[in-house]
């Protein structure tokens, strides 16, 4: 039964990394220089509350979108903030063992939306409680997380 839970984590663990990975790399390619430094409008009465929670730029609540909508329920939400830190808040479903994982595949489709600059994701309870904190150096080109 404990083989069977494992088995079952392990390969929902890897499904989710191949499918963030996949439609990270077939969305991803649209992304211009020019979407990632247009100014965002002043808050007005045609801008809507949610668009603003997922990014601050276009290409930035574009890719918050895209990581809710193909989660698949793993997470409920998502922030994108000057196009370099993701916020994302995983749902119950997701098992500690699982956070990491997780975390290391939205570095790697956020990498290749953003690229060429340091990164971090930060990943939130479903509680709202930080739990985990993925940098990703372009220097290094490693991941250290806290």
Known sequence: MILLQQSRKFLTTVILILLLTITTACAGGNVTQADRTTNVPAIGRDVAFAELERGNTPAGQSFGNWVVQTSRGLVQDAYVRDNNKLGIVISPQVSPNEVRPLARSLVEGFRKNFPN??????????????????????QTSQVKYS
Do not use: E, M
Not at 126 to 135: F, M, V, Y
């Open 117 to 138: 600059q340091n990164l971090r994701v930060l990943v939130y309870a479903p509680d709202k409680k930080l739990i985990l904190t993925a940098q990703y150096d372009t």
